[in-house]
């Protein structure tokens, strides 16, 4: 019998700028069982063209290079371009990051994504931004394979409740019309937690961002508000915390000092 074939990803971005609408899953099935869900939204931009909305919205979208990985000084595509290299890819000539944007004083990206392409139009490799709720930052340079999946050793703490062990199991789609993404931390032959994203595409034009804005006000900080409840409610359920060790950056991450809300809590793998 002939194997079936996964199917091969469509890495080619949607127009851009645009806003994903979201849902976002938590799945704890070890050492007890706990699921939320939530709805919101993502942008997805091009580094070399970000978007820059009417003066009377521009506080509740920025593009900061201080909210993500490299040198807050320089430019958000050099710091992803110079970390790809520092890590064996260099021939990034594009590069496309689904996140959430700055708004007002505020900013919180469990994960972004940032979809790197050649010159000619192929994807080069993903790296994958991780934030934790104690204002640490961590990236991993992954190189999907043809149906998406690519694995990565875990080396940094992101829940009080999981250690820094483990590997992950991940699978991407392109960024395009539709989007999916699924992350599944491994350990000791277990499965104890599953990240699931999902999301459809819409242009962001001025209409559609204002509509997104009264819908959801003030994304960044509602996504770190529900962490943290989710964090209490384990925690209240006497799963035993695990100290968080010293983090050093890896090569092309600097320490994140821009933004002060932190907290010990949170439930993500």
Known sequence: ?????????????????????????????????????????????????????????????????????????????????????????????????????????????????????????????????????????????????????????????VSPFNTVDGRYLMRFSGPGEQLHVTMALQVEGRTPFVATLTGSARPATTGVVIRTLLRWPLMSLWVAVLIRWQGIRLWARRLPVVPRPPHDPVAGVVANTHDPLTSPNGDRP
């Open 1 to 157: 019998m002939t194997a079936v074939r996964p199917a091969l990803v469509d890495w080619a971005p949607t127009t851009v700028p645009a806003l994903y609408d979201v849902r976002v899953g938590h799945t704890r099935s070890w050492p007890l069982r706990n699921r939320f869900e939530y709805g919101g939204y993502l942008w997805l931009v091009d580094l070399d063209d970000l978007p820059r909305l009417p003066r009377g919205l521009r506080w509740a979208a920025r593009f900061e290079a201080a909210d993500h990985l490299g040198d807050p000084a320089a430019s958000l595509k050099g710091n992803v371009v110079r970390f790809a290299a520092l890590h064996g890819v260099d021939d990034v000539a594009r590069v496309v990051m689904m996140a959430n944007a700055r708004s007002g004083p505020h900013v919180f990206n469990p994960l972004s994504t940032h979809w790197c392409y050649r010159a000619d139009g192929s994807l080069a490799c993903i790296v994958a931004e991780v934030h934790n709720t104690y204002g640490e930052r961590h990236a991993y340079l992954l190189d999907p394979d043809e149906a998406g999946r690519a694995q990565a050793e875990k080396d940094f703490y």
